[in-house]
């Protein structure tokens, strides 16, 4: 079944940044209900936006999240100082966002999550920058995935993110990172694949049938998780019916709930 990792608790969002300095518990608390009956399966927080603040506001929008949330938490922040706070804070198992192969950040991960139960977000990031190929993004994760078994990780609780890039300035980019998606899931079949989708339209107009076009074709080459807005009810849609028609809806009960409650519509 495909997870949908809400996002829109982000204090680089206006809206959001403004109620995280306002203390306005409420409208953090009705956006992440929001998400989580259009379906999220993780809520998404990063407070990372308001420098020398972050601290503070991650623990904040703890304190107001994890009361009331039914889903895991997705951890997002690259200071291991921050995901230990947080990790303490949470009341069931986390997402961590996210390890990359970039030495400082690797390094400095790596020991947080040694001996942690969660579920981690693996980059195919590293020094050398974006990757080139879909061989890089391959071996990238490969790397990744050696690292984690290292520690501990199983590869059911690693989500590799083979790092989608703009179509609009390369046009083998679509196909270079579903290449990769279909290798990653063909060497290291119980990792799941993740990722922001919208990178792929950035730059053209009508970004949203691209992303939602995209989101089919990632499915069918394996990607089983992305990070989105959860209240975008046509990707929504186009999740929930691609997924059944993928084989993972049995007696397609979920598209079939989905289409009595309003969810999906022609």
Known sequence: MFQVIGERINTSRKKVQAAVAEQDANYIQADVARQIDAGADFIDV???????????????????????????????????????????????????????LEKERFD???????????????????DAGMPASSDAIVTRAEKLVSALDDVGFKQADIYIDPLVQPISTDITKGNMVLDAVRQIKARLPDVHITGGLSNIS????ERKIINRTFVTLMMAAGMDAAIIDPLDPRIMATIRTADMLLGNDDFCMRYLKAVRAGLIKS
Not at 50 to 72: F, S
Not at 202 to 205: C, K
Request: aromatic share 6%; glycine share 6%.
């Open 108 to 126: 400095t991960m790596l020991p947080f999550l040694k001996g942690k139960t969660c579920k981690i977000i693996a980059l195919c990031m590293d």
């Open 46 to 100: 990063n407070a990372g936006a308001r420098i020398g603040h972050e601290k503070a506001d991650m623990q904040w929008l703890l304190d107001v999240i994890v009361p009331i949330a039914t889903v895991p938490i997705c951890l997002d922040s690259p200071d291991p100082a921050i995901l230990e706070m947080a990790y303490a804070m949470v009341d069931k198992p986390p997402m961590i966002n996210s390890i990359s």
């Open 202 to 205: 950035y730059g053209l107009p």
